[in-house]
Every structure is written in C-alpha cells, then in structure tokens.
C-alpha cells in the first residue's frame, strides 16, 4: 500500500488537483459529464444484451446492433476514464482507498470483454448466455460505483 499511498500524497498536491479543487464548479460539473458518461454505457450494453436476447431490434443481425453500440460503449468507458481520473485527482483518499472501487475497475474490464464476446459467439445459448452475464456485471458496476461512496477506506488509508 506504500507505493498507492505515496500516489495519492501525490496526487493530493499535485497541479491537477489544484486546479480540478481551485473551482468549486469543475468537481459537479466533471461529475455530471461522468454520470452522462455512464448512461451511455448501459444504454449500449442494453441494446446489444437485449438484442443477443431477442428482445429488441430483431430485425437486424447481432452483430450489426454490436458493431453500431459497442464503439459508443468504448467511447464512454474513455470518458469515465478521464471524468474519473479527474475525480480521484479531487479527493485521491476518497476512492483509490476502498476495495469497491478496485471491485469496481475489475468488473469494467470483464464487462466489456464479455460484451465484446458477443462478436463471437454464436446465435443461440452462448450468446444469450454472455448477454445475462453481461447485464449482471454492468448492472454490479453500476452498484459498486455508488457503493464508493458509503464504504469504509482501508485502515490507515490517506484520506
């Protein structure tokens, strides 16, 4: 934990959390394009999950609806990349130091190979299989990103 102390002792005094802390808008404003960000990404994940399902847009083919939503899914996973790196920048102690948000990172990355998966499979259980499955792991995202908020840091965490 020295090494993410250390970064975070960092962080905290670095240019860039001076100037994303300076303002009092720029956190709620970093925030809103966050939370838009987010939209995005279980909007697509919804439309290529529910597609592999049969559920919506059944006239075109799967990989049609993954090849139209799953570069919007990339593009938004960039975005909370950067609104989130901004908000660890605001307060480093507030996320870098609890086991959801690492939880959190983790399940990003398998949600999006699963959903990229898809490309894949084939029509049938597989697919439908990964598209459960990749509905669970966003929706946990989803789950684990608010829960930063209410969990307990690590002991001695820096906060």
Do not use: C
């Not at 507030?94 to 948000?101: E, Y």
């Amino acid at each position: 934990m020295s090494m993410l102390h250390d970064f975070a002792v960092w962080l905290a005094h670095s240019p860039l959390n001076a100037a994303v802390t300076a303002r009092g808008w720029i956190v709620p404003e970093v925030q809103i394009v966050h939370v838009v960000a987010i939209a995005a990404v279980v909007i697509a994940a919804a439309l290529i999950n529910l597609r592999a399902l049969g559920v919506m847009d059944t006239g075109r083919t799967r990989q049609a609806v993954l090849a139209a939503w799953y570069p919007v899914m990339l593009g938004a996973v960039a975005v909370l990349a950067l609104t989130g790196f901004l908000l660890i920048a605001s307060e480093p102690g507030r996320a870098l130091f609890r086991t959801v948000f690492w939880v959190k990172l983790g399940l990003i990355l398998v949600a999006l190979v699963v959903t990229g998966a898809q490309a894949r499979a084939a029509d049938g259980g597989p697919s439908r299989l990964l598209a459960v499955v990749s509905l669970l792991l966003w929706i946990t995202v989803i789950w684990a990103g608010r829960w930063i908020a209410y969990a307990e840091g690590w002991p001695g965490a820096f906060s």
